[in-house]
């Protein structure tokens, strides 16, 4: 009942800044949280950073100090603002939508920091 579509992925320089967005449609008055998470080949998805429905935000260690997770409610979508890009940071990057204990997930956005 909920489909979430990411974009703003691409490619940038070690130091540079990219935006992710997921817009959210369907059932949304009944998401809980919504996050972002990535995964790298051969490496398992891990949580990147979260913001509830209260508005409270939670980021990985990696992540606290240059990510920024937003929400805009009026266009039912939340962003990802990464700043001080990392080659360590490249990763396929999922939006997630928490809807009780169930999971919504969107396709994926590729980012990719290199020189």
């Known amino acids: 009942q909920v489909q979430l579509v990411e974009s703003g992925g691409g490619l940038v320089q070690p130091g540079g800044s990219l935006r992710l967005s997921c817009a959210a449609s369907?059932?949304?008055?009944?998401?809980?949280?919504m996050g972002w998470y990535r995964q790298a080949p051969g490496i398992q998805r891990e949580l990147v950073a979260v913001?509830?429905?209260?508005?409270?935000?939670g980021y990985a260690d990696s992540a606290k100090g240059r990510f920024t997770i937003s929400r805009d409610n009026a266009k039912n979508t939340v962003y990802l603002q990464m700043n001080s890009l990392k080659t360590e940071d490249t990763a396929v990057y999922y939006c997630?939508?928490?809807?009780?204990?169930?999971?919504?997930w969107g396709q994926g956005t590729q980012v990719t920091v290199s020189s």
């Open positions: 913001i509830t429905s209260s508005g409270s935000t």
């Open positions: 997630n939508a928490q809807v009780g204990f169930l999971p919504y």
């Open positions: 369907g059932s949304i008055f009944s998401i809980n949280a």
